[in-house]
């Protein structure tokens, strides 16, 4: 049985509509918490609100788009306002591009810094100073596996990956004076629906049907298989409770061990 480690606290998920996103939001939901819903997909993003308010407790599905300031804090504020609080952060909205570096144009680099890095710092900003009220609360941004190591044409998205783990280690040297835990989660290959679109891009560039590049992908880590969103989720969950309250700064790596292969 799932514990009950959140009854009554508030969570902010961006990236809420699919992938990792909905697998946080329906855990913080599983464990009591009421969840805010934050992402650009409505339709997506209000089915997984209804999926958390299955579990008992009350959701907002929320269209943000993390790399408009005014948006962030809009959303923010309804949470608050709907709730008198926010316990924790969960910046999880993201999206993948990759091509040989000669062949990024700034337009594509500029696009997807801006969601995974600059929607990591404004939805971290928004948020920090309610925790620092309270003088509790977490914040879990979560990067990639790429934001430690690299492959060819990543250029753009490890550098944001990367990017979050610095962002990450600079509000938690802020932040620990007010009791708030700020961490990375670094994510192995995912099987999201990011990463299928991604495998129906690149497999053909490498001669491979979707599935076989997903079976390849599959094989760079000692598990030899990708992990299920609510496996990442699980860590999250585990960063937010009272079990980790000394434990801030960190990129966690959950890889099945991809980083020792």
């Not at 049985?1 to 480690?5: A, E, L, S, V, W």
């Not at 504020?77 to 609080?85: D, F, I, L, P, V």
């Given at each position: 049985?799932?514990?009950?480690?959140f009854?009554?606290?508030?969570?902010?998920?961006t990236?809420?509509?699919g992938?990792?996103?909905?697998?946080?939001?329906?855990?913080?939901?599983?464990?009591?918490?009421?969840?805010?819903?934050?992402?650009?997909?409505?339709?997506?993003?209000?089915?997984?609100?209804?999926?958390?308010?299955?579990?008992?407790?009350?959701?907002?599905a929320?269209?943000?788009?993390?790399?408009?300031?005014?948006?962030?804090?809009?959303?923010v504020?309804?949470?608050?306002?709907?709730?008198?609080?926010v316990?924790i952060l969960?910046?999880?909205?993201?999206?993948?591009?990759?091509?040989?570096?000669?062949?990024?144009?700034?337009?594509?680099?500029?696009?997807?810094?801006?969601?995974?890095?600059?929607?990591?710092?404004?939805?971290?900003?928004?948020?920090?100073?309610?925790?620092?009220?309270q003088?509790?609360g977490?914040?879990?941004?979560?990067?990639?596996?790429?934001?430690?190591?690299?492959?060819?044409?990543t250029?753009e998205?490890?550098?944001?990956?990367?990017?979050?783990?610095?962002?990450?280690?600079?509000?938690?040297?802020?932040?620990?004076?007010?009791?708030?835990?700020?961490?990375?989660?670094?994510?192995?290959?995912?099987?999201?629906?990011?990463?299928?679109?991604?495998?129906?891009?690149?497999?053909p560039?490498?001669?491979l049907?979707?599935?076989?590049w997903?079976?390849?992908?599959?094989?760079?880590?000692?598990?030899?298989?990708?992990?299920e969103?609510?496996?990442?989720?699980?860590?999250?969950?585990?960063?937010?409770?009272?079990?980790?309250?000394?434990?801030?700064?960190?990129?966690?790596e959950v890889?099945?061990?991809?980083?020792?292969?």
């Open positions: 049985m799932t514990p009950k480690r009854v009554n606290q508030v969570a902010i998920v990236g809420a509509a992938g990792i996103g909905r697998a946080c939001a329906l855990r913080f939901a599983q464990e009591g918490a009421h969840v805010a819903c934050l992402d650009t997909r409505a339709a997506n993003n209000e089915d997984t609100a209804a999926q958390c308010r299955e579990h008992g407790v009350e959701a907002l929320l269209t943000c788009n993390v790399s408009q300031k005014a948006e962030v804090q809009a959303a504020q309804a949470t608050e306002e709907t709730w008198g609080r316990d969960v910046a999880a909205a993201g999206i993948y591009s990759g091509s040989p570096l000669v062949e990024v144009s700034l337009e594509q680099w500029q696009r997807l810094i801006d969601v995974n890095l600059t929607g990591v710092f404004l939805t971290n900003q928004a948020v920090a100073p309610i925790l620092m009220r003088r509790s977490s914040i879990i941004n979560i990067s990639s596996m790429a934001g430690k190591t690299s492959w060819p044409a250029a998205y490890s550098a944001s990956k990367t990017g979050v783990i610095g962002l990450t280690r600079s509000v938690a040297m802020e932040l620990a004076p007010y009791g708030v835990t700020v961490n990375a989660v670094c994510p192995g290959n995912t099987l999201t629906d990011m990463v299928r679109k991604v495998a129906a891009t690149v497999g560039q490498e001669g049907t979707a599935e076989e997903l079976q390849r992908r599959a094989q760079d880590c000692p598990m030899k298989r990708m992990a969103p609510w496996e990442i989720a699980g860590v999250v969950a585990f960063l937010a409770s009272p079990d980790s309250r000394y434990l801030t700064g960190q990129a966690i890889d099945g061990g991809m980083v020792m292969s």
